[in-house]
């Protein structure tokens, strides 16, 4: 059944004049009477009597006008709703991230977004970033923040935002505004496991044999704000992302150091190729978040190696 016939039946039965209801539909009245008989003949029923004095509803046409207007509300409700869906107004959107990026860009991120798409529901999932290709791929998430890894053809992956490392220390203890890496040789630190991020375990390994030492490692904890909670405990130091400062922890003390620090990268991962219209709205609103991002200091350089 043609919507258009319904539409045009609609206007004949609301106005019960040809010529009025062809003005509003701004259409020629001949091509209005030919739609409408050619719907009665669809239909096989009269739907207006047709006199010299003018035009009114049959009985099936008084019975079918309302559900006309229900099926026509319904079209262009469709109509809508999936000019929404292109834009990536509404649906749901299953959001991985590190835990580290709740104290970065990852606020800033879910702000923007639910106030351009309020349609739009977001599910935040804590994830490993080793496990996010696994997550992708089974459709468990649909997008995420992580550290970079291993490169992954399955995996479309593009650098985010940069920071420095910090020191978190023992508030217990006096330290300098600034800290030297090497004055810490002799501290025990704590870490997270190699494998729950490679290449951020190996940049601060890497970083502190630069320094002359290797890091001995006391303890390890997957998350950050663990780590930072153990430091607090007085078992060790850790070097942190600078956007950690925001965690006020009572018995840490954070302090920048000397050395210029390697950039402490988070990126975004999706499904290569993907070109759902919330994935792709949602890696815009976060690129355009990251861009003033004030974690992303001007000091922090992005690695030449990133994908």
Known sequence: MD?????YFVAVAETLNFGRAAARLS????????????LEAELGASLFARTTRGVRLTPVGAALLPEAR?????????????????????GTLAVGFVSMSVFGVLPDIVQAFHRARPGVTLTLRESMSDAMPGALRSGELDVGLALPGPADVTVDYSPLTWEPLVAALPATRRWPAR???????????LLFPRAAGAWLYDAIVGFCRRAGFAPRIDQEAVQM?????????????????????????????????????????????????????????????????AR????????????????
């Open 225 to 289: 704000q663990t780590i930072v909670s153990l430091v607090a405990a007085g078992m060790g130091v850790a070097l942190v992302p600078a956007s950690l400062h925001r965690m006020r922890r009572t018995g840490v003390v954070y302090r920048p150091l000397v050395e210029k620090s390697p950039a402490v990268e988070v990126g975004l991962v999706q499904r290569a190729r993907d070109d759902s219209p919330l994935v792709q709205a949602f890696v815009a609103d976060a690129r355009t978040v």
């Open 179 to 189: 800290v030297g890496l090497a004055s810490l040789a002799a501290e025990p630190f």
């Open 27 to 38: 259409i020629a009245q001949p091509p209005l009477s030919r739609a409408v008989a050619a």
């Open 3 to 7: 919507l258009r016939h319904l539409r």
């Open 70 to 90: 229900r099926l026509l509300r319904d079209a262009d409700a469709l109509r809508e709703g999936a000019r929404h869906l292109a834009d990536g107004d509404v």
């Open 292 to 307: 003033t991002y004030a974690g992303s200091e001007a000091t922090a350089t992005p690695r030449p190696e990133s994908r």
